[in-house]
């Protein structure tokens, strides 16, 4: 097979959650096992650091890669789902795997893949295993596809596990009640290996802390050692103040970046401040950042070689290392357009939030979401000022864009119905005036499909 009759061969052969959603999802790990012992058993030649989450955990894995690229380390980074391209799941230095070796994955192991039927997911996490051991990293960052007790990742023992932002975000898999879903992530927490938290939350920090005692794994929460605050915007990347509330690091951090007077006589938690440029714009990132410091803190007390100075140059130009696309990403002026992938009631909180920070004169949303989850809430959040064109991502799982405009039609959002993502992005651009802002998303897919990202 070819390429393309490789790709066909995973997209219709094997079960895809994100085509099809629930009927690819399976409940335990005994295939994802089976693939990886046919495989040599890959997961275990390679260190890693394995992250979960509801939102976050994506920008949270490309910053860690950006960092460990930037310190030098042969890096891995496997993440899901794509954008644009199959290869974007798996990369190494920012390199995604080469339509040859994904052809010569499947042209090895078809016989047992026919034999085995895995889910698409399964198998993409078999192949970037492969491809790591193959290619002999020093480290890979491995990204949760979903929950985190039977996501197909959760075969291997990290260095490190990091647990972002937990919110609603299929509830049909993980649970209705957030502890529940924080019970599903923490299954990723294992036997003596550190465990960071982003963001302590009551409802969730006491399911922590008991994974974290029944499996010894030493535990922190990370925004208890540290504070970001974003401060402005330069060149589409953001200025965020950084405060650090544990010594041996906030001292390390002050002398480095010479932006806070450290003094052991008159020190205070207060004044030792300093600033980094992030590449990620979004707002929502002050919520990823002290994961991810706290990430690179506990690594370094490992013996991993993380300058300050790469952790700086690794934030600043995530993007550019990793490839990452649609985290608040502006497309144009004049009218601005943004999209971002943000696609549940908390990440549109986020959403909201920022977009009450920018001066317009007419908000418009161009907006697609999925079928098969509740989407009642971010429906009830969004404003009935704005101008709405409803579009729909080319998949099964996509909620056809008339029926978003019925549900949407009660809440008083009200506008146009154009099934294509970029003819409706074409019709918001042309109806809007130069001064008006164009919002693209609702969906991973919608964003996916915007043909200039």
Partial sequence: MNYQETLDYLFNSLPMFQRVGASAFRKDLRSTIALCDHLGNPEKKFKSIHVAGTNGKGSSSHSLAAIFQSAGYKTGLYTSPHLKSFTERIRINGQEISPELVVRFVEENKSFLDELKPSFFEMTVGMAFWHFAEQEVDIAIIEVGMGGNYDSTNIITPELSLITHIGYDHVQFLGDTLPLIAGEKSGIIKKDVPVVISETHEETKAVFLEKAKTMNAPITFADQNWKASKESEEDGKAIFSI???????????????????????????????????????????????????????????????????????????????????????????????????????????????????????????????????DISKVLSMLPKSANYVFCEAKLPRALPADQLAEKAAPLGLTGETIPDINEALAFARKNAAENDLIFVGGSTFVVAEIEEL
């Fill in 243 to 373: 405060q650090s509330f544990n010594q041996s690091e906030e001292l390390k951090w002050s002398v480095k970046t010479q932006t806070s007077a450290y003094s052991a006589k008159t020190h205070t938690k207060a004044q030792n401040s300093f600033k980094l440029t992030f590449g990620l714009n979004g707002n929502y990132q002050k919520y990823n950042l002290p994961g991810i410091l706290e990430s690179v803190a506990q690594m370094r007390q490992m013996g991993w070689n993380l300058p300050i100075e790469a952790v700086l140059e690794g934030l600043k130009n995530v993007t550019q290392l990793t490839g990452l696309k649609g985290r608040w990403q502006t497309l144009s002026f004049n009218p601005t357009v943004i999209c971002d992938t943000g696609h549940n009631e908390a990440g549109f909180r986020e959403i909201l939030s920022q977009l009450e920070t920018y001066t317009f004169e007419q908000l418009w949303f161009v907006i697609g979401m999925v079928q098969d989850k």
